[in-house]
């Protein structure tokens, strides 16, 4: 994470607590990134890290995601195609943009 970055959220801290009562809620996919400076306490209160989906969980996203899209091809079928890769550690947000990107492709 650039020292841009870093600045940007050290100000929005320094801003935010003027405020009585507002949170503050940062997310990040690479903690070990940021700056010890915004990670210091007093700044950050509470870290909470959250686990990738279980397995079955990721069947659950695919599932409910193929509802948006109008795949000619059973959820049975499309989940034996991507299996390698819903085994990997991955997100729903990445679930939902591999069937997006299979939409996108058929269409073209």
């Known amino acids: 994470?650039?020292?841009?970055?870093?600045?940007?959220?050290?100000?929005?801290?320094?801003e935010s607590t003027s405020y009585n009562g507002i949170i503050s809620i940062f997310t990040t996919n690479q903690i070990e990134s940021i700056d010890k400076a915004v990670k210091r306490p007093g700044r950050i209160s509470s870290i909470y890290t959250l686990d990738y989906p279980s397995?079955?969980?990721?069947?659950?996203?695919?599932?409910?995601?193929?509802r948006y899209y109008k795949?000619?091809?059973?959820?049975?079928?499309?989940?034996?195609?991507?299996?390698?890769?819903?085994k990997k550690d991955i997100t729903g947000a990445v679930i939902a943009n591999i069937l997006l990107s299979i939409k996108q492709h058929a269409i073209s």
């Open 71 to 86: 795949f000619n091809i059973s959820y049975d079928e499309l989940y034996k195609k991507l299996a390698y890769i819903i």
């Open 1 to 14: 994470m650039g020292m841009t970055v870093s600045a940007d959220i050290l100000d929005c801290m320094e």
């Open 55 to 66: 397995i079955e969980t990721k069947k659950k996203i695919l599932k409910l995601h193929m």
